[in-house]
């Protein structure tokens, strides 16, 4: 059960680059979650998604989009890659939307923006 | 918007002593709590969820959380310390209709 699987683990960037962090989840979960994790900042919402073609905002969206095709896959795009994204990406589903239900993390993405 | 505080960025116990880490919640409405550990350079792990069904909730690897509405508190607590149990933690509230929003996180060091 391979569970959130999160590509590439490792990548660097140069500034004004774009790139395409991918999320998969073979759970059939129907919620999706990006987070970006900073030291001393916690996990940090990027952008969620309650299903397939339904996305919205979290707390840090700006520069990032995302887009949920299918119940499987919820990449996120970095447009123009700035060294304030430098960071390690977490991907995490869950079942639904139930307030007792908790979420799966993916392995994490460290991407380092020169 | 439903919020937790994590207090002590760094805590530090000697093996086998009492581990206490500290979470308070923000909420108007009795909120969902989770604690998620993560381990060196992996993803984060569900340690354990209250639900409401009791106040006191047993979790993964001896550790427990109590929640207490009088205090807006559900502090993590584990009775003897291991080695194994140095990681980072986080508290977490499950806001509906969204997804979970995260504490800062505490550093567990364990010394011998």
């Known amino acids: 059960n391979a569970g959130v699987t999160q590509t590439p683990k490792f990548q660097v960037l140069k500034t004004g680059q774009s790139m395409t962090l991918q999320c998969a989840q073979d759970?059939?979960?129907?919620?999706m979650s990006w987070y970006r994790q900073d030291p001393g900042m916690g996990l940090r919402l990027i952008h969620y998604?309650?299903?397939?073609?339904?996305?919205d905002q979290g707390e840090v969206p700006n520069g990032y989009n995302v887009s949920r095709s299918t119940t499987e896959d919820f990449p996120l795009r970095l447009l123009s890659a700035a060294p304030s994204q430098t960071s390690v990406y977490f991907c995490?589903?869950?079942?639904?939307?139930?307030?007792?239900?908790?979420?799966?993390f993916g392995q994490g993405t460290r991407l380092t923006v020169v | 918007a439903q919020s937790v505080t994590q207090l002590g960025s760094h805590v530090s116990v000697s093996e086998g002593a009492l581990v206490l880490l500290r979470c308070n919640y923000s909420?108007?409405?009795?909120?969902?709590l989770f604690w998620y550990v993560q381990y060196p350079n992996q993803g984060l792990q569900l340690l354990l969820k209250?639900?409401?069904?009791?106040?006191l909730v047993k979790g993964i690897n001896g550790f427990e959380a109590e929640f207490k509405k009088s205090e807006t508190s559900f502090h993590l607590t584990k009775p003897s310390a291991h080695m194994s149990d140095a990681a980072e933690y986080f508290c977490?509230?499950?806001?509906?209709?969204?997804?979970?929003?995260f504490g800062k996180g505490t550093t567990l060091s364990v010394s011998s």
């Open positions: 995490a589903s869950s079942p639904d939307g139930g307030l007792n239900t908790e979420a799966f």
């Open positions: 759970m059939n979960h129907e919620y």
């Open positions: 998604s309650v299903g397939a073609g339904i996305t």
């Open positions: 909420s108007s409405v009795p909120p969902y």
């Open positions: 209250y639900t409401s069904a009791a106040t």
């Open positions: 977490a509230v499950n806001q509906a209709g969204t997804a979970l929003i």
